[in-house]
């Protein structure tokens, strides 16, 4: 992620998307080249979809339900896609709904709600372990642009021992977050008290206020940070855990069967707006301000360089199997996983590779 808003392909407007926070629908309609896929090989469950073929000229929109975590500063280049139109020369009217928590989202994906979603990552192992027919088919933010905020008193890690952290629903993103880097920075994660806050923005806010002693959330709040004097950073996750890999595209086996066409064209039009997004600032900052309600564009502006900076965005969104074995391995010692499951059982690439077929690989300024 609400409001309706739709995709800015401008640099500018993609920073406009990815630094608020908000709940709601958007709909919109974003779109994919014309033009039919190469066949692409499948190594998952599921039915291949077919070749895909254009939109008919002038026919009806297809609906298409995503969904996605509370609107931050990122949610610009989710949006883009629709905000620009490109879903719409797919023949597709999407709507867009934000909610709080990964699991939830997995939740209604299972039960239909929903037909596609881009979530964290985390939560999605246990799910397919425990026999939710999903699959991961691309990442388009695997980076971690977060930073472990604290109360100005804590000085260590170690001061956090015995205290209230924030994070959202067990098992889901922030909250495995949140375990995994207090353990790579020496403290054993048992031995903090989790407090369920909600998303990103409300654990920033919920450090601010005092509620909690720390908590993850993203760096589009550091200058706030530094003007209240209130919390501060203690350190920044892209450094102390590089292979995490945060954010995934997902969707039910059910959509891989029943709607193959559309979910390759989805999947073109929603890269299209991450590139769209990565050649045009202006317009990606101030979709950013939008879904967000965040007025200060020169700490968004900072946030989409940050962004640029760390790589934090992959405009040809691919699914390393290396990143599957560390975020399982992370999920078994953590609790959160019981056994590794194969590659094959979680990610399903074929719609990655007729969308790439659609697109092609990304160049730096060729978005339009």
């Known amino acids: 992620m609400r409001r309706t808003r739709r995709a800015v392909v401008d640099r500018r407007r993609f920073l406009r998307l990815a630094a608020g926070s908000g709940v709601g629908l958007l709909a919109l309609a974003c779109g994919a080249p014309s033009g039919a896929p190469a066949g692409g090989s499948g190594g998952t469950s599921g039915a291949a979809p077919a070749a895909t073929s254009p939109p008919a000229a002038g026919g009806a929109l297809a609906h298409w339900r995503h969904a996605e975590p509370s609107a931050i500063f990122e949610s610009a280049f989710r949006h883009m896609g629709v905000h620009k139109g ?51 088919l691309a990442s388009f933010t695997p980076g971690l642009f977060y930073a472990f ?27 495995q977050l949140a375990q995994a880097a207090l353990e790579a920075q020496g403290l054993d994660p048992s031995q903090v008290e989790y407090a369920n806050v909600g998303g990103s923005p409300a654990i920033f806010q919920a450090v601010v206020a005092g509620k909690v002693a720390g908590g993850v959330s993203g760096v589009e709040w550091l200058r706030e940070a530094e003007r ?22 997902i969707t039910s086996e059910r959509v891989i069967r029943e709607r193959p066409e559309e979910l390759t064209r989805w999947l ?4 299209r707006g991450h590139r769209y997004g990565l050649d045009h600032k202006d317009e990606t900052v101030q979709l950013a301000s939008e879904l967000t309600g965040v007025t200060d564009l020169d700490n968004f502006n900072w946030t989409f360089d940050w962004y640029v900076e760390n790589n934090i965005v992959d405009p040809n969104f691919r699914v390393p199997p290396e990143s599957i074995d560390y975020m399982q391995d992370l999920g078994i ?13 979680i990610v399903n690439p074929t719609f990655r590779e007729r969308a790439l077929a659609l697109i092609g690989e990304y160049q730096p300024g060729a978005s339009g």
């Open 86 to 136: 490109f879903a719409r020369e797919a023949g597709l009217d999407v709507e867009i709904q934000h909610l709080t928590s990964g699991t939830t989202i997995i939740k209604g994906l299972v039960a239909g709600e929903y037909d596609s979603a881009d979530i964290g990552s985390s939560p999605v192992y246990p799910a397919i372990e425990g026999g939710a027919e999903i699959k991961i």
């Open 149 to 175: 905020y604290v109360r100005p008193d804590i000085q260590s890690v170690r001061d956090l021992a015995g205290k209230p952290i924030g994070t959202n629903d067990p098992g889901a993103l922030l909250y």
């Open 228 to 249: 209240s004097g209130q919390a501060k950073p203690l350190f920044f996750l892209n450094q102390t855990l590089p292979r995490f890999m945060r954010q995934t595209f």
């Open 268 to 271: 073109a039009a929603y890269a």
């Open 333 to 345: 010692r953590l609790g959160g996983q019981r056994t590794k499951l194969p590659y094959e059982r």
